[in-house]
Each structure stands twice: as C-alpha cells, then as structure tokens.
Antibody, heavy 131, light 112 residues
C-alpha cells in the first residue's frame, strides 16, 4: 500500500529558514514525480513545484521560483524516497499548510507527452511564522 | 491568482444533483489539457475524484462524474449526501509562464 507521510507542524520566526520532508513508500519503483502544494489559511491550492527523485530534475512554479528549494534523497530502495521543501527568509505570509503529492502518469497525449494527476497526498505540514 | 475560475459555493438538498463549473482559457483547458477534480473535506488533504476529464479512480462512487467542453469543465454530483460537504477544486496544466500545474479557485459544497 502506498503511503505518503510528511514531517510534523513547525513554528518559526520571521527571517528564519525551514526544511520540511515528505516520505513516500510502497511504490513499485521510484519512477514518479513528487509535487508540493501550498494552502494558505482559508484559501485554495497553489502548485509550488515538482521533483523527479530518480534524477532530481526539478521544475518550479513562476510564483515560487527563487523563494523555495525542492530536493530529494536518493534511496537504495526503489520503493522508498524522501523529498524536501526548503522555505527561506520566512515571513508571516508564509504561514500555511504545505502538502506533498505524487503525480500519477495516466496516459500519453497524441504527441507522446506524459500526462499526470495528483494521486497520493501527504497529510500536510502546518508552518506557522510568528514573532 | 488562479487561471481556472469556479463558483465560490453551491448547495443542494440531500438526494439532489449539483454541478460545479471550471472555466479556463486558451492556454490551459482550451489548449486541450485534461481537467482533474479533487475533494477536500475540512481538516484533511485533498483526494482525487476525477482524472482525465471523466475517469473515476477505483473507490470513487459513480455519483461523481466529469465532463469537458471547449475552455470549461464540469463536475456533477448526483444523489447528494451529507458527507459530500467540502471544498472541490479543478486542476489542469497551463502552457504559459514556462508551463505550470494550475488549480481552480475552489467551490464549497453545502448539503442543506
């Protein structure tokens, strides 16, 4: 059974940095992308970026490029991987729930481009930035 | 600021049918990219309901159905139940701005 487990809630001060984690297990192999999604209090979902743990290929949303860093651990186990989201120079406005989710390849389009949707989600990590 | 627009709220009595629209543009839904739908019950992580416009993952009741036409998509819920209450989001891909996954603004479903 696939499980996606994120690190626990964090409280931090403005100006500090933070790294939260997302551990996935139970996959047949490591051939999947992992995305990070932000949800500010009472607001909607915002895609932040994705990483392919197999080779650490990373793509960022233009809204978050340069403000966050996504990375991954290469595990000797194909069915276990950990990805990270680093938040730097935190502000009160970074207070939010941060989710990770794996992307499932469900088909290729007519030009051979793979298509994905957000499949398994972690439980979320609440980050509170307050002085 | 999301590029996919949804109504802020919809409501219905138990057993009724409700629909949620998701309006995009020529760089996302209108460009042929598929639409997916997620349900988020308060206090929990989102869960996929519909992928590839109209496909249901295993375990999702057939009361949920999706469709897409032009620059818009819709999610229909029939036989509305109390535990359908929550927030619903559409999601697609946008080829502008170096390519991005985009979510809709979200719709709160209330069962009267």
């Amino acid at each position: 059974e696939v499980q996606v487990v994120q690190s626990g809630a964090e409280v931090t001060k403005p100006g500090e940095s933070l790294k939260i984690s997302c551990k996935g297990s139970g996959y047949r192999d490591s051939s999947y992308w992992v995305a990070w999604v932000r949800q500010m209090p009472g607001k909607g979902l915002e895609w932040m970026g994705v990483i392919y743990p197999g080779d650490s290929d990373t793509r960022y949303s233009p809204s978050f490029q340069g403000r966050v860093t996504i990375s991954a651990d290469k595990s000797s186990s194909k069915s276990l991987t950990t990805t990270y989201l680093q938040l730097s120079s935190l502000k009160a406005s970074d207070t939010a729930m941060y989710y990770c989710a794996t992307l499932l390849l469900y088909k290729y389009d007519t030009t051979g481009v793979p298509l994905y949707y957000f499949d398994y989600w972690g439980q979320g990590t609440l980050v509170t930035v307050s002085s | 600021q999301s590029v996919l627009t949804q109504p802020p709220s919809v409501s219905g009595a138990p057993g009724q049918r409700v629909t949620i629209s998701c309006t995009g543009g020529t760089s996302n839904i209108g460009a042929g990219y598929d639409v997916h739908w997620y349900q988020q019950v308060p206090g929990t992580a989102p869960k996929v309901l519909i992928y590839g416009n109209s496909n249901r993952p295993s375990g999702v009741p057939d009361r949920f159905s999706g469709s897409k036409s032009g620059t818009s998509a819709s999610l229909a819920i029939t036989g509305l139940q109390a535990d359908d209450e929550g927030d619903y989001y559409c999601q697609s891909y946008d080829r502008s701005l170096s390519g991005s996954y985009v979510f809709g603004t979200g719709t709160k479903v209330t069962v009267l």
